[in-house]
């Protein structure tokens, strides 16, 4: 087996674990040993929890040491405090554990002391084949298997139905305040994993794991530092070719500039080289959580563009004009403009409309419009040969656009392969709308600004793939 | 230029300056030329040697306007210092030299031709960054290109076409394009970028920095006026 597979095999059985050991498993609530091991009882992993003091935890017998286990597991979940946590990784690499998440903080974050923990724990890989996963980590979360190790509240149910985005966060508090974020309108989510002090395991083994994995069609990385910089950058190459890499990088690194500065060392201020070298190597990246999940979730679930034309249909016209003002607003991800309709498109468009209505992009439906108008002329825009992109302003306010047009919308949204965007005006109903997008296959933003946003990650994409000669 | 062919010419180069480790202008313009990229014509007068004499300064061929400048590893802001002496006449070469001689006893002395151009001026750099190795910059030049801030960034090596988005991103990119009759040539201007990323893989280790600023389009061809490198 090659080193690719081995380490491909192990990050697997990472995320999909038969057996699990919860060391520091406790009946105490409250303690995140217990919040963990509860946890950790909805998938369907063997459960073994370790703990000297206690017999029986949450209805399983508990082990006094790893040692003491039946059996090697899976994966070994260490919950107790740093000190002890070094001393148990060593422990689980005697008995052959493949993988050790770590979850206690308090190691090179917290001063000497800590640093000497920290190299101590190391060595544990280097000298067995076990991988170790934090240490100061939340852990992963698998929707697919339910096999979850976070043990601060994340999310509702809708992160549960699962998708294709896999979720890889230095930060664990990041990660989770973009998940709750995120599935308050749904979040298509093929796992979490939450990286930590990245002693061993860190974004290049997650990079190069969901890029071969099949159920992942999009990678959002949230990173401080970057390992192995070229080496990362390679892959990411690679894996763009078949799939969309969004990163966050926050924090400025010092930018090895000598006290002699040139121009080009002043003007570099470290981060503008990390723009480039994201941009040559076809990595998408986003500025802020908020914009990380978007992207990620638009480019999980819709078709790259083609090219930067976009066609608008309102039943508000202020909101059209404002849509182009953004549209044609200059923006260093992607140049987009508006569509020069087909005189084809326009008269199909007439077929249907008022005839005040403007039949010109964007189109303004007025508040003359119903379900059919508008599912009508979005079909036309979408087999415009001028257009590459739609974005639809839907609000629910005329009394002829009934919640009927979400399924009809769905339909022919589903149907194309173009890219459709939907913004609905925020207010107290907006979040069930979009999760019910959601729910049939739409992207939806509760702001124009984001909907346009959204719009040049997927023609960033489209240019992506065609400077690396695929198809978008 | 192979890779091998790159790295023994920028090892011979170092071990030929004159201040081991601080190469002076004439210096980084030897490097330019040997990777490619023109720079104007000009002559070098040795610390100590005699003013410059009507058959050294007629070599440049030029209508007769030069410019002179001090040129010495260890002089890095000539223009502050009052090192640079610009549309110096022909006929009054031997009193600028003589000028910046007094001035600047122990440096040798550079005379230019002075290079006519239109349009903007370019700043090329390049770089040592501490996650990601040598990387080139390409910007808006000159002496307000700290205040533009109109510059992108690329890992060295690259290809031209990669260059090429590169200089796409600029503000200042339809300049390259004819924007109101200003010239410039964006292929010609990628491929030198391309030039100076092999160089920068070879030249630019942890703590080296390299200014090409400005290099500007002049009689239909890329010129590198003024260069300055940091070698650690």
Redesign the interface.
């Known amino acids: 087996m090659s080193t690719l597979d081995a380490n491909f095999k192990k990050i697997d059985k990472l995320l999909n674990p038969e057996s699990v050991a919860v060391v520091g498993a406790s009946n105490t609530k409250e303690k995140v040993g217990n919040i963990i091991f509860e946890g950790l009882k909805r998938s369907r992993a063997r459960l073994y929890p370790v703990n000297p003091h206690e017999d029986v935890i949450s209805g399983h017998k508990s082990y006094p040491q790893i040692s003491d286990l039946p059996g090697t597991v899976d994966v070994a979940v260490i919950t107790v405090r740093a000190e002890k946590a070094v001393d148990i990784a060593e422990q689980c690499a005697r008995n052959r554990i493949d993988n050790i998440i770590i979850v206690a903080g308090g190691f090179a974050e917290a001063g000497e002391h800590g640093k000497t923990l920290e190299e101590r724990l190391r060595a544990v890989p280097k000298r067995s084949g076990s991988r170790i996963l934090g240490p100061n980590s939340l852990g992963v979360f698998v929707p697919e298997n339910n096999f979850d190790t976070i043990f601060v509240e994340h999310g509702d149910r809708a992160l549960a139905e699962g998708g294709g985005i896999a979720f890889v966060s230095q930060s664990g508090s990041v990660g989770v305040e973009a998940l709750g974020l995120a599935s308050n309108t749904g979040f298509p989510m093929r796992a979490f994993v939450g990286l930590g002090n990245k002693i061993d395991l860190n974004e290049l083994d997650f990079l190069k794991f969901f890029g071969a994995d099949d159920k992942t069609d999009c990678i959002a990385l949230y990173i401080e530092n970057v390992e192995q910089g070229r080496r990362f950058l390679e892959a990411a190459r690679e894996v763009s070719r078949h799939k969309p890499v969004i990163a966050l990088k926050a924090g400025r690194t010092p930018s090895g500039v000598s006290a002699v500065s040139s121009h080009t060392g002043k003007l570099a201020g470290s981060d503008r080289v990390v723009s480039g070298a994201f941009r040559q190597y076809g990595i998408q990246r986003a500025f802020d959580d908020e914009e990380l999940c978007d992207a990620a979730k638009t480019l999980s679930y819709l078709p790259p563009a083609r090219g930067n034309r976009v066609a608008v249909v309102t039943g508000a016209g202020g909101f059209g004009v404002m849509c182009a003002d953004y549209i044609e607003t200059d923006n260093p991800r992607a140049r987009l403009r508006m569509a020069e309709l087909s005189t084809g498109t326009i008269s199909r468009i007439r077929e249907k409309t008022p005839p005040f209505a403007s039949c010109h992009n964007p189109v303004d439906l007025t508040a003359a419009v119903n379900n059919e108008m508008f599912v009508h002329t979005l079909g036309a825009l979408l087999q415009d040969a001028e257009v590459d992109i739609v974005i639809c302003i839907t609000f629910f306010a005329p009394h002829a656009v009934t919640d009927k047009l979400i399924d009809r919308m769905a339909e022919v949204i589903t149907g194309s392969d173009k890219p459709v965007l939907v913004f609905t005006e925020y207010g107290p109903f907006t979040d069930s709308y979009l999760k019910e997008f959601y729910r049939k296959g739409m992207i939806g933003f509760p702001s124009l600004t984001r909907a346009v946003r959204a719009v040049r990650f997927l023609v960033e994409r489209g240019r992506i793939l065609s400077a690396l000669g695929e198809r978008p | 230029m192979s890779g091998t062919g790159m790295a023994a010419m920028v090892e011979q180069w170092r071990s030929s300056l004159s201040i081991p480790g601080k190469p002076n202008e004439w210096e980084c313009k030897g490097l330019l030329r040997s990777v490619g990229i023109a720079v104007p014509a000009g002559v070098f007068i040795e610390a100590g040697n005699a003013p410059a004499s009507d058959s050294e300064v007629s070599v440049l061929g030029t209508a007769g306007r030069c410019v002179v400048k001090v040129c010495s590893g260890d002089i ?1 802001h000539k223009t502050e210092q009052g090192g640079v002496l610009l549309d110096v006449a022909e006929n009054r070469l031997p009193a600028a030299v003589a000028a910046l001689r007094q001035r600047f006893p122990s440096a040798g002395i550079l005379v230019e031709e002075m290079v006519p151009y239109r349009g903007g001026e370019i ?1 090329i ?9 040598p ?1 080139v ?1 390409a ?1 808006a030049g000159g002496i307000l ?2 205040l533009y ?1 109109d ?5 060295a090596p ?1 290809t031209a076409e ?1 260059a090429h ?2 200089l796409e ?1 600029l503000t200042i990119y339809p300049t390259l394009r004819g924007y109101r009759g200003l010239s410039g040539d964006a292929d010609s201007l990628a491929d030198i970028l391309s030039k100076v990323a092999g160089l920068a893989l070879e030249l630019i280790r ?2 080296c ?3 090409i ?1 400005p290099i500007v389009w002049s009689r239909d061809r890329w010129v590198a006026l003024d260069v ?1 490198a ?1 070698i ?1």
């Open positions: 890095v700043i750099g390049a770089l040592h960054d501490p996650t990601f190795g990387a910059m910007g290109t700290e801030k510059v992108a960034f690329r890992l690259f990669e988005l590169m991103e942890e703590g920095q390299l200014d600023n300055k940091i650690a």
